[in-house]
């Protein structure tokens, strides 16, 4: 009897150990990054309608890539004063922006408190796109065509530099205020000669609809104008106090962007399942595109080279754009990037 009470007690004791080891890896499994039930929330703002520079913050968010870094995302579109003043504010921790359009947010007596945090394309895909055959796959062949224009001064101190730089008479170029919400359609009906355009959507759409076009790339023209566009915002407060939460939104993000690259099929599927008003035929070929373009020849996904990026804010600066200076090495920072 005395041995079958010790030998009962002994298996007792055995369970409440083996329950003990039970609810310890229990606790670790939820301690993990992303089992917790309390995520950190994070607002990240679009800069425009959903596409393809924005796939891998899609990948990321269907396949958990947040939820395992314990955030939970939520994915905003802009409002009218733009991404930059959402995320300055603080309601918004990220968001996309451009490094030609936020310089202006970085200076003077209304800066905002925003630093670019990563590049989602490594190099800029935008140009000029025309019309085959009219003369327009050199800038300088502009001369007497009709721009449509936004009538920015930095854009515009663009367009003159990259004419006047292949010879052509920048004076005689006919700026159209630009009304053009479809690229294919301002073309064909010849209501402008040329527009600028990002080549990743708005090039491969020409494509896919078989339109001939001629085109030619800022940063062939000129390195200067190699600089990075899009890129990720971050608030600057934010980034401050909360440098391991920033730090893991973008090691998601990198990898949501890293299968996007190895899987530019999936990735197109996956967003067009967040935004199915999307033609995915365009998305397809704009994915294709675009998947060698997210890093290109950088081993990092996001990273931004500082030469590149100077070299932009000096020319700015050089040209009197500038209501202040940008000084070297302002307004960006690799230091939140994965390792």
Same mark, same amino acid.
């Given at each position: 009897?005395?041995?079958?009470?010790?030998?009962?007690?002994?298996?007792?004791?055995?369970?409440?150990?083996?329950? +003990? #080891?039970?609810?310890?890896?229990?606790?670790?499994?939820?301690?993990?990054?992303?089992?917790?039930?309390?995520?950190?929330? /994070?607002?990240?703002?679009?800069?425009?309608?959903?596409?393809?520079?924005?796939?891998?913050?899609?990948?990321?968010?269907?396949?958990?890539?947040?939820?395992?870094?314990?955030?939970?995302?939520?994915?905003?579109?802009?409002?009218?004063?733009?991404?930059? /003043?959402?995320?300055?504010?603080?309601?918004?921790?990220?968001? /996309?922006?451009?490094?030609?359009? +936020?310089?202006?947010?970085?200076?003077?007596?209304?800066?905002?408190?925003?630093?670019?945090?990563?590049?989602?394309?490594?190099?800029?895909?935008?140009?000029?796109?025309?019309?085959?055959?009219?003369?327009?796959?050199?800038?300088?062949?502009?001369?007497?065509?009709?721009?449509?224009?936004?009538?920015?001064?930095?854009?515009?101190?663009?367009?003159?530099?990259?004419?006047?730089?292949?010879?052509?008479?920048?004076?005689?170029?006919?700026?159209?205020?630009?009304?053009?919400?479809?690229? #294919?359609?301002?073309?064909?009906?010849?209501?402008?000669?040329?527009?600028?355009?990002?080549?990743?959507?708005?090039?491969?759409?020409?494509? /896919?609809?078989?339109?001939?076009?001629?085109?030619?790339?800022?940063?062939?023209?000129?390195?200067?104008?190699?600089?990075?566009?899009?890129?990720? #915002?971050?608030?600057?407060?934010?980034?401050?106090?909360?440098?391991?939460?920033?730090?893991?939104?973008?090691?998601?993000?990198?990898?949501?962007?890293?299968?996007? #690259?190895?899987?530019?099929?999936?990735?197109?599927?996956?967003?067009?399942?967040?935004?199915?008003?999307?033609?995915?035929?365009?998305?397809?070929?704009?994915?294709?595109?675009?998947?060698?373009?997210?890093?290109?020849?950088?081993?990092?996904?996001?990273?931004?080279?500082?030469?590149?990026?100077?070299?932009?804010?000096?020319?700015?600066?050089?040209?009197?754009?500038?209501?202040?200076?940008?000084?070297?090495?302002?307004?960006?920072?690799?230091?939140?990037?994965?390792?």
């Amino acid at each position: 009897m005395e041995k079958q009470i010790i030998t009962k007690r002994i298996v007792a004791l055995l369970l409440v150990v083996v329950m +003990m #080891i039970m609810g310890t890896g229990c606790a670790r499994e939820n301690n993990k990054p992303g089992n917790n039930k309390e995520l950190t929330k /994070v607002t990240f703002v679009l800069d425009w309608t959903p596409n393809t520079n924005h796939t891998g913050l899609y990948v990321a968010q269907e396949k958990g890539y947040f939820t395992e870094a314990g955030l939970e995302v939520e994915i905003v579109q802009p409002p009218e004063g733009g991404a930059e /003043v959402l995320v300055a504010s603080g309601k918004a921790q990220f968001g /996309v922006s451009f490094q030609d359009s +936020m310089a202006p947010a970085l200076v003077g007596d209304n800066a905002l408190p925003i630093s670019a945090v990563a590049a989602l394309v490594q190099h800029n895909t935008s140009g000029i796109i025309s019309r085959k055959g009219e003369g327009m796959d050199r800038p300088g062949g502009m001369e007497g065509k009709k721009y449509a224009t936004w009538e920015g001064p930095m854009e515009l101190a663009t367009i003159k530099h990259v004419m006047e730089a292949d010879g052509g008479d920048y004076g005689k170029l006919e700026l159209i205020p630009s009304t053009v919400t479809d690229e #294919i359609s301002a073309l064909k009906s010849k209501s402008v000669d040329a527009i600028w355009i990002f080549y990743g959507w708005a090039g491969v759409k020409a494509e /896919v609809a078989g339109l001939a076009t001629d085109y030619f790339a800022f940063a062939d023209i000129d390195p200067v104008f190699d600089y990075y566009t899009p890129v990720v #915002i971050g608030n600057n407060e934010f980034l401050k106090n909360e440098p391991e939460t920033a730090k893991a939104f973008l090691a998601a993000l990198a990898k949501g962007y890293e299968d996007a #690259i190895a899987d530019p099929s999936g990735a197109a599927d996956i967003l067009c399942k967040a935004a199915p008003e999307l033609d995915r035929e365009l998305v397809l070929a704009s994915q294709n595109y675009m998947s060698a373009q997210y890093k290109a020849e950088v081993e990092q996904w996001g990273y931004m080279d500082p030469a590149r990026w100077n070299s932009f804010y000096n020319w700015l600066n050089d040209k009197g754009l500038m209501e202040e200076e940008i000084p070297e090495n302002f307004g960006f920072t690799n230091d939140y990037l994965p390792s």
